[in-house]
């Protein structure tokens, strides 16, 4: 078994493992909150006319969409900048 930060290293394969688990809980949480926000702006716009289909409607669903993009790339970066952070800790490089 080698302990030089290889695949074969058992904290490289935790790290993994919790990086997976961190993703995953990301993407459900991220789907949850975006159906939430896409349902209630959609319902002010079509169901309860608050807002013009045609007019400020519309931007305000793309509004959703482009914060919602924005929010997770951010997200997702961070992610990936922790993970490859306790890579580098747990392997010394």
Same mark, same amino acid.
């Given at each position: 078994?080698?302990?030089? &930060?290889? $695949?074969?290293d058992?904290?490289? +394969? *935790?790290l ?6 961190? !993703?995953?809980?990301?993407? /459900? @949480?991220?789907v #949850? $909150? *975006?159906?939430i926000a %896409? @349902?209630?702006v959609?319902?002010? #716009?079509? #169901?309860? &006319?608050? %807002?013009?289909?045609n @007019?400020a &409607?519309?931007?305000l669903l793309?509004?959703?969409v #482009?914060v919602a993009?924005?929010? !997770? !790339? /951010?997200?997702?970066? $961070?992610? /990936?900048?922790?993970?490859?952070r *306790?890579?580098?800790e747990? +392997? @010394? &490089?």
């Open positions: 078994m080698s302990l030089n &930060g290889s $695949a074969d058992p904290r490289v +394969t *935790e993994r493992q919790q990086q997976q688990r961190r !993703m995953n809980r990301f993407f /459900i @949480g991220f #949850v $909150a *975006e159906v %896409f @349902g209630v959609a319902v002010l #716009v079509y #169901v309860l &006319g608050v %807002f013009d289909p @007019g &409607g519309l931007w793309v509004a959703v #482009v993009a924005a929010s !997770m !790339m /951010i997200s997702l970066f $961070a992610l /990936i900048r922790r993970h490859a *306790e890579l580098r747990v +392997t @010394g &490089g």
